[in-house]
């Protein structure tokens, strides 16, 4: 079954630096999305991406964060920025978009970020 | 903002007996969707439920949704150890736009005792 990848596993970046996540969705799918999820707590939306453009995204991604799907089958969350508070495991996740409109969601398995 | 509560937070449980964890949102909903979470893993799609009363089955697990589109509830029959995990509900808005952003719910941690 496809699947969607997310590398790294686990990051680790010192406060204030750049970070970049990155995934490959499930190729025929046209939603991308990223969440994330502080420990133990629920998991939030930060942002979708739809015809290379953000759809929407939540007040949690502000200045510091941005997306890019640089080619037909990368999706990236950049930091700029880090702060401590980013630390949490971060979700990419796509839906399929033809046919029928209500389709799931897929998860990837995270990437865990921790800010020191 | 759109908010979506679950109670209970935390389920201990015999193995065989039932559980159940309920789900409301603030909003009237588009659709739900139920999701699984294991210790240390990602959020794994369980079922979706679309129509206002709509009833789910999945072997032993049971899913409804409200009349009124803003509350559903998962039923599990004779818990086994191989349920444990947090088990999320989701709610979409926007139905069939470019967004259908998932609005998770607080989560219900299940613990199994064999």
């Known amino acids: 079954e496809p699947e969607v990848t997310q590398t790294p596993s686990h990051q680790v970046t010192q406060m204030g630096q750049e970070v970049i996540l990155r995934c490959v969705p499930i190729?025929?799918?046209?939603?991308f999305y990223w969440y994330r999820q502080i420990l133990g707590q629920k998991v939030e939306f930060l942002v979708s991406?739809?015809?290379?453009?953000?759809?929407?995204k939540s007040e949690i991604f502000d200045d510091q964060f941005s997306v890019e799907r640089p080619d037909g089958s990368n999706f990236t969350l950049k930091i700029r920025s880090t702060k401590l508070e980013d630390s949490a495991m971060y979700f990419c996740?796509?839906?399929?978009?033809?046919?029928?409109?209500?389709?799931?969601?897929?998860f990837g398995d995270g990437t865990r970020l921790s800010i020191l | 903002g759109q908010q979506v509560m679950q109670i209970p937070q935390y389920q201990h449980v015999q193995e065989g007996e039932d559980f159940t964890t309920y789900c409301n949102s603030s909003?009237?909903?588009?659709?739900i969707q139920w999701y699984k979470q294991r210790p240390g893993g990602h959020p794994v799609f369980l079922i979706q439920?679309?129509?206002?009363?709509e009833v789910k089955k999945q072997k032993r697990l049971t899913f409804q949704f409200g009349e009124a589109k803003k509350n559903s509830s998962l039923h599990i029959t004779a818990t086994q150890t191989t349920d444990v995990g947090t088990y999320f509900c989701?709610?979409?808005?926007?139905?069939?736009?470019?967004?259908?952003?998932?609005?998770f719910g607080t989560g219900t941690l299940l613990a199994v005792q064999p």
């Open positions: 996740a796509s839906r399929a978009g033809t046919g029928v409109s209500n389709q799931p969601q897929h």
């Open positions: 190729s025929n799918h046209l939603y």
């Open positions: 991406f739809y015809n290379n453009e953000i759809s929407e």
């Open positions: 909003t009237t909903l588009s659709n």
């Open positions: 439920l679309v129509k206002s009363g």
């Open positions: 989701a709610g979409v808005r926007n139905y069939g736009g470019a967004t259908n952003k998932l609005i």
